[in-house]
């Protein structure tokens, strides 16, 4: 299976939104409604940031939005902060118990 | 707390095997299905298998079907990962992540552990 297709970086500044772009096929995104989102520092695992498209983890700020149209899944952080500086990865399931991952998309915050 | 912690990585020769463990804690283990994801030096994540709750149904993405094992212990609460005819291009830190009952999504993951493959 091929990567979903994300932007390799987005920035902004403090306080400004930023949204990511996830782009599937019909086989992953497209299919199913279990496209997730993972923030990771430099050094760190992977955090769960939204599954099932738009739900957050408690703990998650509602900073984080997410939404899904078609084959791309997006991703949007509102307020930026600081702490949000750190690469942005998607992943969607694609059947059978198996997964796909983005290419990954690095926050940078100005 | 929900802890994962992955051991057995290291530094080994392409064709040589290796053998991954994660220590599962702070939870029901047995409710869970498991799965490996790899990252590769400066690249993304990749998924790499998936194993059910019970070790009856298990995954395997194209890159390591024939050459990597998965298998858990429930009695232990482990979850290990078998790696046979290693090469340079299964360099990467691994993680083990956890997804829960009927979900489809890594809620917990370990630290990650590094394995290379160099001569």
């Known amino acids: 299976q091929s990567a979903l297709t994300q932007p390799r970086s987005v920035s902004g500044s403090p306080g400004q939104s930023v949204t990511i772009s996830c782009t599937g096929t019909s086989s992953d995104v497209g299919a199913f409604d279990y496209v997730s989102w993972y923030q990771q520092h430099p050094g760190k695992a992977p955090k769960l940031m939204i599954y099932?498209?738009?739900k957050r983890p408690s703990g998650v700020p509602d900073r984080f939005s997410a939404s899904k149209s078609g084959n791309t899944a997006s991703l949007t952080i509102s307020g930026l902060q600081a702490e949000d500086e750190a690469d942005y990865y998607c992943?969607?399931?694609?059947?059978?118990?198996?997964?796909?991952f983005g290419t990954g998309t690095k926050v940078t915050v100005l | 707390e929900v802890q994962l912690v992955e051991s057995g990585g290291g530094l080994v020769q392409p064709g040589g095997s290796l053998r991954l463990s994660c220590a599962a804690s702070?939870?029901?283990?047995?409710?869970?299905?498991m799965n490996w994801v790899r990252q590769a030096p400066g690249k993304g994540l990749e998924w790499v298998s998936y194993?059910?709750?019970?070790?009856?149904?298990?995954y395997y993405a194209d890159s390591v079907k024939g050459r990597f094992t998965i298998s858990r212990d429930n009695a232990k609460n482990a979850v290990y990962l078998q790696m046979n005819s290693l090469r340079a291009e299964d360099t990467a830190v691994y993680y083990c992540a956890r997804v829960w009952a009927v979900e489809y999504y890594f809620d917990y993951w370990g630290q990650g552990n590094l394995v290379t493959v160099s001569s």
């Open positions: 099932d498209v738009s």
């Open positions: 194993i059910s709750s019970t070790g009856s149904t298990v």
């Open positions: 702070g939870f029901t283990f047995s409710r869970c299905d």
């Open positions: 992943c969607s399931y694609a059947g059978s118990y198996t997964y796909v």
